[in-house]
């Protein structure tokens, strides 16, 4: 048996790279396609020749929720969907993000918008680390503001958020 040296002769590493973040729909949603489809299958029941088609509804919304994605790296953003081909922007392209409803979009520097699958306003904190603090995580900076105050509620229900030196 030889004793092995403790001196490394292999090259110091490279600093790496932050590695890609996935954002993927919220997988609770699959519980969504199984209720519909035991009642598909409840309707498919009564005229099973004619209503059968309707299974398909809840095998694409699973293919949905499995396959849509917004993956963000140090290249951009990439949304990835499961019905129609991905979309990118690069960083240097990219303007902000905007959430309209229960969507949130991509807006790239000459103002065209696409959907951006798996993330939702609480996703921010992960978004803007994932992005190297391109998106600024405006929902910590809020909390932790709101954290410094004390919340005054009057007799009337008015909520006043203010200092706790000035209470």
């Keep these: 048996m030889s004793a092995m040296s403790s001196s490394s002769s292999a090259p110091a590493a490279k600093p790496q ?69 991905p979309r990118q922007v690069t960083w240097e392209d990219f303007a902000g993000i905007r959430f309209g409803g229960s969507k949130t979009f991509a807006r790239a520097k000459d103002n065209t918008e696409f959907a951006l699958p798996g993330i939702t306003f609480n996703s921010l904190p992960k978004l803007s680390e994932a992005s190297d603090g391109r998106i600024v995580d405006a929902l910590s900076a809020g909390k932790e503001a709101a954290n410094k105050k004390v919340v005054i509620i009057h007799r009337d229900g008015r909520q006043v958020l203010k200092e706790a030196e000035e209470s």
Excluded at 35 to 59: D, E, H, N, Q, R
């Design 17 to 85: 790279a932050s590695a890609a973040t996935t954002f993927a729909t919220d997988r609770t949603h699959l519980i969504g396609a199984v209720v519909m489809g035991m009642i598909s299958l409840l309707v498919i029941g009564v005229a099973p020749l004619k209503l059968g088609w309707i299974l398909l509804l809840p095998v694409l919304f699973t293919y949905w929720v499995v396959k849509s994605k917004t993956v963000v790296d140090n290249s951009g953003i990439t949304a990835h969907y499961a019905f129609h081909r």
